[in-house]
């Protein structure tokens, strides 16, 4: 479903690949973004980290407890 | 068919003479009741002594009544003093007089030795840049049959411009773009012309009206199963007449009726200084933009966006030949040859004519039994590197004349309309398919500018004939495939990213570009849209600008300023 206008509080990556999660406002615990694709993963990482850098808000859609698509707003 | 060699139109089918004064922008001069006045004192005693002695009157040649910049000099404050950031192309300084055709050279003359004026100049009758065909009286079916398949300049490339391609996509009919032809006469009830007829614009229609009636049919015919098919039938068609107003105020006047994206059609050429034929032959013709009103007023039309597309002349001219460096008599000191692309240029396109293939209706050789190559320069269509583009300049199937169907008039028809003037509304009616699509992708609109360079960049080359070798100049002929993808590429300047979206599937992610919409970074290879997409998203983030060049897809490139 869709978290809509929501704060990124944390964006966390490891040097494995496409291992990266993300914590968002009003949503419980750590969601991994889903390990679809390399480069799939690393846009919504990087959207997900500049909204977070800037103080943008984001919609986030979660599946499974995992992150699939992002909105930078 | 007879043929003639010339001009051949009737008198109400050509202008007159044109004496065009322009003063000195710090003269500040301008017209009263009391006749002529300067708004910054200067002495007028002498131009007044040579108008009252030709029993003349000086007019604005860009008056308000026509949209101009009107008379200044009875009110100072209005700012006719030549620095008046309301009038940056210095129109206010322009003016006609009422002199009798014969007086002209002798006025003008007298005129240039005043103190205030810069310059004075006689412009030969501008014409109709075709080549006349007589009409024979016929009967019409009792239902006009569709014409479609004897237009073949629809057709897809090489031949045609392929407007199935345009008419597929939205907008492509021209939705939205206003036309306005500019010549002397139109048949606004023609059956074919109905659906988008916005009149006459500006002056009034001279009653002889076939030349304009096959302009708009080429450009805008209505898509209704019987006549011809125009290239971009849902643009508005506009008319401005010379009947009734000098060339450069109809174009002035088009302009101030248009807004930037619009299209003005320039259908006329005149005599130049290499014109040395008999009062018949069109030898010697050249476009307009070499006087210096015209090219103010196209230039005029071109800075508040406005494409403005010019036929080349049909006057066997090469327009790169060094005669057309010297001024003519009475030019401004500040003149430069227009043609010559290292000089000031009016920003119009410059349309030439160019052969059909052979074939075409049965025919296979031009009048002169010149061979029909397609693509080759027509023999009587000027060349040269000013040259943008060309069209057809034989074998048009369009509205008007009756040499096709007769009948009644508001049925005519021709398979015969030529020239450059027949060449110049099929690349008028692929620039109003490229707007509309343009308009429709919500893009930014094609300057008069672009289109040349896009004109040139596209499209099927021309060919080689015998005598008629390609290095003479007429470019291509447009292709609407190539144009309008090329047209759609653009890049956007000092632009926002409103939002940042992702999938976490490769190559799946989108920038919204402010005011155009919503751009994928374009796939190919996974760290290139991922590259593209990075600063799409700080950019976004950050609030700050870009560069993006972009199509009614993709995001290609993009720079964080």
């Known amino acids: 479903m869709w978290h809509n206008n929501k704060d990124v509080r944390y964006v966390y990556t490891t040097h494995g690949s496409q291992t990266a999660y993300a914590v968002v406002a009003d949503v419980a615990g750590w969601k991994r973004i889903k390990a679809d694709s390399t480069d799939g993963v690393a846009n919504v990482a990087t959207l997900l980290s500049t909204a977070k850098a800037h103080g943008r808000k984001v919609n986030v859609y979660i599946d499974n407890s995992q992150i699939t698509r992002a909105v930078s707003l | ?561």
């Open chain 2, 1 to 561: 068919m007879t043929v003639q060699l010339g001009n051949g139109e009737p008198p109400e089918m050509v202008g007159a003479p044109e004496l065009v004064i322009i003063t000195k922008a710090n003269a500040g001069i301008g017209v009263t009741d009391q006749g002529v006045a300067s708004a910054t004192g200067a002495d007028t005693d002498d131009l007044a002594g040579v108008l009252a002695s030709a029993s003349a009157s000086l007019q604005h040649l860009f008056s308000d009544d026509t949209g101009g910049s009107g008379d200044t000099a009875a009110s100072p404050a209005a700012g006719n003093n030549g620095s008046s950031t309301d009038d940056p192309d210095g129109l206010a300084c322009y003016f006609t007089a009422d002199v009798p055709a014969d007086q002209m050279e002798e006025v003008a003359a007298r005129l240039i030795r005043c103190e205030s004026v810069e310059a004075a100049y006689v412009k030969p009758r501008a014409e109709l840049a075709t080549i006349v065909v007589d009409s024979p009286e016929g009967i019409a079916p009792a239902v006009t049959p569709n014409l479609r398949n004897r237009q073949l300049y629809l057709n897809a490339a090489p031949v045609g411009i392929d407007a199935d391609y345009a008419w597929a996509r939205s907008g492509g009919k021209g939705d939205g773009v206003t036309v306005v032809d500019c010549e002397w006469g139109w048949n606004l009830d023609h059956e074919d012309l109905i659906q988008k007829n916005g009149g006459v614009l500006c002056g009034s229609s001279s009653s002889n009206d076939n030349h304009g009636t096959a302009v708009w049919g080429e450009i805008g015919a209505d898509h209704n199963g019987f006549g011809v098919m125009g290239i971009a039938p849902n643009a508005e068609l506009g008319a401005s007449s010379f009947a009734t107003l000098p060339t450069a105020t109809a174009i002035k006047c088009a302009a101030d009726k248009l807004v930037a994206g619009d299209i003005i059609l320039l259908e006329i050429h005149r005599r130049g200084p290499n014109g040395v034929g008999g009062p018949n032959s069109q030898q010697g013709y050249i476009a307009v933009e070499w006087w210096p009103d015209d090219f103010a007023a196209i230039r005029y039309a071109v800075n508040k966006g406005i494409i403005v597309v010019e036929a080349a002349g049909n006057g066997w001219e090469n327009l790169d030949d060094a005669a057309y460096n010297t001024p003519g008599a009475g030019f401004p000191a500040s003149w430069k040859n227009p043609f010559k692309l290292s000089n000031p240029s009016s920003g119009a396109v410059i349309v030439g004519a160019g052969s059909p293939p052979p074939g075409t209706h049965g025919r296979n050789t031009s009048p002169w039994n010149l061979p029909y190559v397609d693509r080759a320069r027509c023999g009587f269509s000027n060349w040269g590197s000013r040259v943008d583009a060309q069209g057809w300049g034989w074998e048009v199937t369009t509205t008007g004349y009756g040499t096709l169907q007769g009948g009644d008039r508001d049925r005519w028809y021709t398979d015969t309309f030529s020239g450059t003037s027949s060449a110049s509304p099929i690349v008028t009616g692929a620039l109003a398919s490229v707007q509309g699509v343009l308009k429709a992708k919500n893009m930014p609109l094609l300057t008069s500018q672009r289109a040349r360079s896009l004109l040139r960049s596209t499209g099927s080359p021309q060919t080689s004939a015998p005598n008629r070798p390609a290095s003479q100049r007429i470019g291509n002929r447009p292709s609407l495939r190539q144009l309008i993808p090329a047209a759609l590429k653009t890049w956007i300047n000092s632009v926002k990213i409103t939002y940042c979206y992702s999938l976490t599937t490769t190559q799946s992610a989108w920038a919204y570009v402010d005011g155009i919409g919503w751009r994928r970074a374009k796939n190919g290879s996974a760290d290139g849209a991922g590259n593209v997409f990075d600063v799409c998203c700080n950019v976004q983030a950050a609030g700050t600008k870009a560069n993006v060049y972009i199509d009614d897809q993709y995001i290609y490139n993009i720079i964080q300023l």
